[in-house]
């Protein structure tokens, strides 16, 4: 079983940043991806941006340039520093991690607002 832990959710204002963390633990391939993924109220669950094992990195369009994934294989974590945050990136924000069974985190909460 895998677990997945998300932090660093919060509410910030138009153009600030935020760095959200995932911490994966339990039995799961080396070889993986992670990923975080959003949902707006209304909206269906979007890919925001995926992460393989050995670094090669995927991105909506619609961050591309604000946003930057990460990961520590050693600690089995991987972050999304979101930068120059607008309101429109208001939503839920899951961590998932695919090997290839697709598991999810409970998901952390992102309000952009002034």
């Known amino acids: 079983q895998v677990q997945l832990v998300e932090s660093g959710g919060g509410l910030v204002q138009p153009g600030g940043s935020l760095r959200l963390s995932c911490a994966a633990s339990g039995s799961f391939r080396r070889i993986n991806i992670m990923g975080w993924y959003r949902q707006a109220p209304g909206n269906q669950r979007e890919l925001v941006a995926a992460?393989?094992?050995?670094?090669?990195?995927n991105y909506a369009d619609s961050v591309k340039g604000r946003f930057t994934i990460s990961r520590d294989n050693a600690k089995n974590m991987v972050y999304l520093q979101m930068n120059s945050l607008k309101p429109e990136d208001t939503a839920v924000y899951y961590c998932?991690?695919?090997?290839?069974?697709?598991?999810w985190g409970q998901g952390t909460q992102v309000t952009v607002s002034s």
């Open positions: 992460i393989t094992g050995n670094g090669l990195t």
């Open positions: 998932s991690l695919r090997n290839p069974v697709t598991y």
